[in-house]
């Protein structure tokens, strides 16, 4: 990748992750403009932003790598995991029924959105969950190569019938 691509993908990272850190802080300090990106759009969910937040860090440190067991590479994977265990727990509260209270664990959600109060949407959850699975593939041998670039196509997929 040239020098040019990644300084690029860097800025981009900066940008996505300041929006996100703004997010949450817009449910931290209770300032309900600052959770969403345009008015009148759904609002990003706490948890959401924690879990982006999480993997914006991880990819940060795993581009810095140069290869399969450099500190910083290995450094990302519990952050990675640590995502995938909230999108996991998040996951388990919509397959069970149950509430396990993550939801509300950070910031309380007072809006009037349907379903439950302050939990990240399915199509969110499988997003991330994809987008953690491309994470774990940086900088791993070519045979791993094609599980990062599905799972970018499964983001874009879910992202355009979001849209839809």
């Known amino acids: 990748m040239g020098r040019r691509t990644a300084r690029g993908g860097d800025i981009a990272g900066l940008v996505a992750a300041s929006m996100v850190v703004l997010a949450l802080g817009g449910w931290l300090a209770s300032v309900p403009v600052l959770t969403t990106l ?8 706490a948890n959401a932003a924690i879990v982006l937040i999480l993997l914006s860090v991880a990819t940060f440190m795993a581009r810095r790598s140069n290869d399969n067991r450099s500190p910083m590479l290995m450094g990302a994977v519990p952050v990675v995991v640590l995502g995938l265990g909230i ?3 998040t996951a388990y509260e919509y397959v069970s029924g149950l509430s396990l209270g993550i939801d509300q664990l950070v910031a309380q959600d007072h809006s ?40 970018v196509l499964g983001v874009t997929v879910i992202a355009g019938l979001a849209i839809v």
Do not use: H
């Open 87 to 89: 999108l996991a727990l």
């Open 38 to 45: 345009l008015p009148g759009c759904p609002a990003m969910k």
């Open 112 to 151: 009037q959105s349907p379903g439950s109060p302050g939990r990240m949407a399915i199509g969110t959850i499988f997003s991330l969950t994809l987008v953690g699975a491309s994470i774990l593939t940086l900088n791993r041998s070519a045979r791993w190569i094609w599980l990062s670039d599905w799972s």
